[in-house]
């Protein structure tokens, strides 16, 4: 009687090959949360710097509105001679301003910034590696 490794086909060899599998599949799977976790963190901190744009689009619009329309409009009606006129001038350039950050912000904050797409690359890597040493 040998102690060596059992005869292919065996009970044993058979339990021994879907333990480790179990076992590696196990491991996989926690390593493809941990890095789903990584990823999602990342993409949510974009979602924030993307908010605070939007917010900082807002205060800058206001601020903007409340401070400097008044010096605005009065240095430009002595230019163009007509202070409703000036008024709509500054205000259609400040309007443009908002609206520009507002966009960028908006781009920023994207459901498609949020896809966990490194993730899903390496989970189909993985499952094409496992079926290949499955099948192979």
Known sequence: ????????????????????ALRETNE???????????????????????????????????????????????????????EWLSALIVGGVLLVIAIGMALWGRSAMSLSTLAPTRTTRQVRQDARALSERVSG
């Open 28 to 82: 996989l799977a926690r390593k493809e949360i941990a890095l789903f976790r990584a990823e999602m963190a990342s993409n949510v901190r974009s979602l924030f710097i993307g908010l605070a744009c939007l917010v900082g689009a807002a205060v800058f619009a206001v601020v903007s509105l409340l401070v400097l329309i008044g010096a605005f409009v009065k240095w430009l009606a002595t230019i163009v001679g007509s």
């Open 1 to 20: 009687m040998s102690n060596g490794p059992p005869p292919p086909g065996s009970p044993t060899s058979i339990q021994s090959l879907v333990g480790d």
